[in-house]
């Protein structure tokens, strides 16, 4: 019986598929405050994101998910929906809106406004 356990299990654990890892500019965050906003609100809008570092002092993200749960897509998508650019997806501008005031300091004088789409 334990035998058999042990097979199955190390059968589920082979299955299992490699977390993958990425690295994503977040030019946006450059505080503690931006930092602990995409830290915490980002995985609650991804299945399967499994860690997120904001480093605020070079401008990266990097993130590690589980491929058959989520894609590096929706991970930029979700820190855009946090207010912050994510490489080339551009914060949501409602989410920029409310995101606090230390953290929408004007262009040129820290964070910058997020990405306007050229006209």
Same mark, same amino acid.
């Given at each position: ?15 299992m598929p490699k977390m993958?890892?990425?690295? $994503? @500019? %977040?030019?946006? &965050?450059? *505080? ?6 995409? =830290? ?34 929706? $991970? @930029? %998508?979700?820190? &855009?929906? *946090?207010?912050?650019d994510a490489d080339d997806? =551009? ?29």
């Open positions: 019986m334990f035998l058999a356990f042990v097979f199955i299990s190390a059968a589920a654990i082979a299955q993958q890892k990425a690295d $994503i @500019k %977040t030019p946006g &965050a450059q *505080c503690q405050v931006c930092k602990t906003t995409i =830290e915490t609100t980002a995985p609650k809008f991804t299945d399967g994101l499994m860690k997120i570092v904001v480093n605020f002092r070079t401008g990266v993200t990097s993130v590690q998910w589980y491929p058959d749960r989520t894609n590096i897509e929706e $991970i @930029k %998508t979700a820190i &855009a929906n *946090c207010g912050y997806v =551009e914060a949501n501008p409602d989410a920029y809106k409310i995101l606090p005031l230390s953290c929408k300091i004007p262009a040129g004088k820290g964070h910058p406004d997020p990405k306007k789409k050229p006209i």
